[in-house]
Nanobody, 116 residues
Framework: QVQLVESGGGLVQAGGSLRLSCAASRSILTIPAMGWYRQAPGKQRDMVATITRSGSTNYVDSLKGRFTISRDIVKNTVYLQMNNLKPEDTAVYYC??????????WGQGTQVTVSS
């Protein structure tokens, strides 16, 4: 599996911003797809955004315009910039990596809490 280490979560007021980081244990150019899911208390884990090896991005429609996924190839890190945060964005955010022949790997999760 690919080892993923997330960071950047925390407590923020509504309207604020956070940037999550996901550092991979190998070159992200060898990983076909990476991205973020989130899971709010009592709810299922839902996709937030993905980025492919070629750099193509995809977002859940409801988050377009507020969340941006990006990457740093040198640091082997994928980011999730979250702006204008709302209380309903409160969740544990999980990074994932889909590597050929290795299946899907998950990070440990990072808590994001948005206060009203």
């Amino acid at each position: 599996q690919v080892q993923l280490v997330e960071s950047g979560g925390g407590l923020v007021q509504a309207g604020g911003s956070l940037r999550l980081s996901c550092a991979a244990s190998r070159s992200i150019l060898t990983i076909p797809a990476m991205g973020w899911y989130r899971q709010a208390p009592g709810k299922q884990r839902d996709m937030v955004a993905t980025i492919t090896r070629s750099g193509s991005t995809n977002y859940v429609d409801s988050l377009k315009g507020r969340f941006t996924i990006s990457r740093d190839i040198v640091k082997n890190t994928v980011y999730l910039q979250m702006n204008n945060l709302k209380p309903e964005d409160t969740a544990v955010y999980y990074c994932f990596a889909d590597a050929i022949a290795l299946g899907r790997s998950w990070g440990q999760g990072t808590q994001v809490t948005v206060s009203s």
